[in-house]
């Protein structure tokens, strides 16, 4: 569905991505992993137009997305779950759904269906993003971006900093978005997450892609976690 | 006359200063806390607004309030287009880099003020006001207009707090303020609302220039004052902060009002930098501004 083609790209002079190739297909979870600078947010900031690829091609169901301007690339249904949240903070719970409903001109029906999948963001339409608790915050950039009613999900470390009864709802909401046919590609730098909800498992080094595998093919001692994230 | 009447008298003047400067630092609060560009030509577009409000009431025959009403309309648009022509040419151009858009914003204000001495002269002009009513106070008389300036920009000012709270237009404009990319990421056409926001900004000036220049006069050096004032403002407000500049426009013009009647006007510019000199110190992101 998502297909990454020989990708490069960076901030100025300094190319952080180079050639990358990845394909993310639909009701897949894509995981990719790397350590801390491997380019693995860039490669997502990349997909949304927000850092310039240099050279390859981002396709999206037959259009060519590295070209768009970034405000034009979640119209075509990619949504964002950027690293640390990115929520409008000083915006209520109910106006950050509604700027996710507003990218697609979705109305009513969606804004219920994903209150329905998190309920507890029900309860606090009123009350400032800003304040919520962290997991609630979390909920807040999922629904957020689900409001687009994706083809394409991207997490970037969504269970940064959270508790475990809070990481679990997140697994079942990625879970539960596979079976709707939904591409979902990960960031993800917990072994154990990543293999109970991924597919395949992209590994990044140095802004290469080192290596792809099944993720049914690895187990937490698998060497390619130690080579490519160091855990 | 006693004090009391004498007081009152002042407070009414401050409330016409206060109307005035938070209606213009209100323009300049929303492009810096949307676009987090410093505009140093703010005052060039309130000097703008004035001259045009000239034109337009010099091109309007018959009653005054015809030409009035005309010049509330028309120019602000004309300064609105202006700077969203200003900000599709040079700020847009700058990638709105703060440091550049100082200088660019400098670079500008001398643009307009060179124009206005070109196409209107160096003289100070007046425009007549909409009507000449004169309510009769018990203890002195006051002008009906200055009254009504306060009653419009407080509608004006409400009407953009509508806007900006109650619109989707509004709500857009809110959230490219809080995290540009983000909005990016969400279909926000953040150029566009860049351009949206300076226009409306600039207008925002204008609007206050024109409900002035019934008793200021309409002059091209005549910017340097609201643009002193209207950074004073924000600076107390807080940079960014609606609620804020209000607070301190009226806290400003009201001490203003009170202080030029009793003892001097230069006394009250040197209280207000003062108390902005106290501000920077003792609380720099302004008295409802948030840690940046």
Same mark, same amino acid.
Request: glycine letters at 10%; proline letters at 5%; aromatic letters at 10%.
């Given at each position: 569905m998502l297909e990454i083609s020989d990708l490069s790209g960076g901030y100025g002079a300094v190319e952080v991505l180079r050639g990358v190739t990845l394909t993310a297909r639909g009701g897949e979870v894509t995981c990719v992993m790397g350590r801390n600078g491997a380019g693995k947010t860039t490669m997502l900031r990349a997909i949304m137009g927000q850092v310039r690829a240099s050279a390859g091609t981002i396709r999206l169901k037959g259009t060519e997305l590295q070209s768009l301007p970034a405000h034009e690339v979640p119209r075509h249904g990619i949504g964002y779950v950027p690293q640390g949240r990115r929520l409008f903070s000083d915006l209520t719970v109910a106006e950050n759904i509604t700027i996710g409903l507003m990218t697609r001109n979705h109305g009513a029906a969606t804004r219920d269906k994903v209150l329905d999948l998190f309920p507890r963001l029900r309860e606090r339409l009123d009350q400032r993003a800003g304040t919520l608790s962290g997991g609630e915050q979390q909920m807040l950039a999922i629904a957020r971006a689900l409001c687009l009613e994706p083809a394409v999900l991207l997490l970037d470390e969504p269970t940064e900093?959270?508790?475990?009864?809070?990481?679990?709802?997140?697994?079942? /909401?990625?879970?539960?978005?596979? /079976? /709707?046919?939904v591409a979902t590609i990960l960031v993800e730098q917990r072994v154990d997450a990543v293999l109970s909800m991924a597919d395949q498992v992209a590994f990044l080094q140095n802004g290469i892609l080192a290596e792809t595998c099944a993720a049914a093919a690895l187990t937490p001692a698998s060497p390619q976690f130690q080579t490519y994230v160091g855990v | 006359m006693e004090f009391g009447p004498f007081l009152l008298l002042a407070l009414m003047e401050g409330m016409v200063m206060s109307a005035v400067l938070a209606l213009t630092a209100v323009g300049l609060s929303?492009?810096?806390?949307?676009?987090?560009?410093?505009?140093?030509?703010?005052?060039?577009?309130?000097?703008?607004?004035? #001259?045009?409000?000239?034109?337009?009431?010099?091109?309007?025959?018959?009653?005054?309030?015809?030409?009035?009403?005309?010049?509330?309309?028309?120019?602000?648009?004309?300064?609105?287009?202006? !700077?969203?022509?200003?900000?599709?040419?040079?700020?847009?151009?700058?990638?709105?880099?703060?440091?550049?858009?100082?200088?660019?914003?400098?670079?500008?204000?001398?643009?307009?003020?060179?124009?206005?001495?070109?196409?209107?002269?160096?003289? !100070?002009?007046?425009?007549?006001?909409?009507?000449?009513?004169?309510?009769?106070?018990?203890?002195? &008389?006051?002008?009906?207009?200055?009254?009504?300036?306060? @009653?419009?920009? !407080?509608?004006?000012?409400?009407?953009?707090?509508?806007?900006?709270?109650?619109?989707? !237009?509004?709500?857009?404009?809110?959230?490219?303020?809080?995290?540009?990319?983000?909005?990016?990421?969400?279909?926000?056409?953040?150029?566009?609302?860049?351009?949206?926001?300076?226009?409306?900004?600039?207008?925002?000036?204008?609007?206050?220039?024109?409900? @002035?220049?019934?008793?200021?006069?309409?002059?091209?050096?005549?910017?340097?004052?609201?643009?002193?004032?209207?950074? @004073?403002? #924000?600076?107390?407000?807080? +940079? &960014?902060?609606?609620?804020?500049?209000?607070?301190?426009?009226?806290?400003?013009?009201?001490?203003?009002?009170? @202080?030029?009647?009793?003892?001097?006007?230069? +006394?009250?510019?040197?209280?207000?930098?003062?108390?902005?000199? +106290?501000?920077?110190?003792?609380?720099?992101?302004? +008295?409802?501004?948030?840690?940046?």
């Open positions: 900093g959270l508790q475990p009864s809070m990481i679990a709802a997140i697994r079942d /909401t990625v879970m539960l978005l596979k /079976t /709707t046919g | 929303l492009v810096f806390g949307v676009m987090r560009v410093v505009n140093v030509a703010h005052g060039e577009f309130f000097m703008l607004g004035a #001259v045009a409000a000239w034109f337009v009431t010099q091109a309007v025959p018959g009653h005054p309030a015809l030409g009035f009403a005309a010049a509330l309309l028309l120019a602000p648009l004309f300064v609105g287009a202006v !700077a969203a022509l200003a900000d599709g040419l040079i700020l847009k151009r700058l990638n709105y880099d703060p440091e550049a858009t100082i200088v660019a914003t400098i670079g500008l204000s001398y643009i307009f003020q060179q124009a206005a001495l070109s196409f209107y002269g160096p003289d !100070a002009r007046p425009v007549l006001a909409p009507f000449d009513l004169r309510l009769q106070l018990p203890w002195f &008389g006051y002008s009906g207009y200055k009254i009504a300036v306060v @009653i419009a920009a !407080a509608l004006i000012l409400i009407g953009i707090w509508l806007f900006m709270t109650r619109s989707r !237009a509004g709500l857009v404009m809110r959230a490219t303020q809080a995290d540009r990319d983000t909005a990016r990421a969400f279909g926000i056409n953040v150029d566009r609302v860049f351009a949206t926001v300076f226009a409306l900004g600039a207008a925002m000036a204008a609007m206050g220039a024109v409900l @002035i220049v019934p008793i200021q006069q309409a002059h091209y050096l005549m910017g340097h004052d609201p643009l002193l004032l209207s950074f @004073i403002v #924000v600076i107390i407000g807080g +940079l &960014g902060s609606l609620r804020g500049t209000l607070v301190a426009a009226l806290l400003i013009g009201l001490s203003d009002g009170v @202080i030029s009647v009793f003892f001097s006007p230069t +006394l009250a510019k040197i209280l207000a930098t003062l108390f902005v000199a +106290l501000v920077l110190v003792f609380r720099p992101q302004g +008295l409802f501004g948030g840690q940046r």
